[in-house]
């Protein structure tokens, strides 16, 4: 191999973990869903299933309107609902 002896450092790019910095380790929109719903969620488990029950229904109601703007629930032709009358005398 070419690179085996080879070290990139670079000073840019060093990052601190937030156990380091003492941050929480728990996400920001955990913790923002826990805030929120401060009387009704009461740990992580709780807000990360309220996130995901959020996304579901986001992603069904986008759909609904995506199928409905583009006419996939146009329905039946008028002439099959109500054929023409014909009178015959």
């Known amino acids: 191999m070419a690179f085996q002896g080879v070290k990139f450092e670079d000073e840019d790019t ?34 990360a299933y309220i996130l995901l029950v959020a996304i579901i229904i986001i992603l ?5 309107l995506f199928m409905q703007q583009f006419g996939f629930f146009k329905g039946p032709p008028p002439e099959l609902i109500y054929p023409p009358i014909t009178l015959q005398l």
């Open 60 to 64: 069904l109601v986008s759909i609904l």
């Open 14 to 47: 060093h990052y601190r973990s937030r156990a380091v910095l003492g941050e929480s380790m728990t996400p920001k929109m955990i913790t923002w869903v826990m805030r929120v719903g401060s009387n009704f969620i009461k740990d992580e488990r709780q807000a």
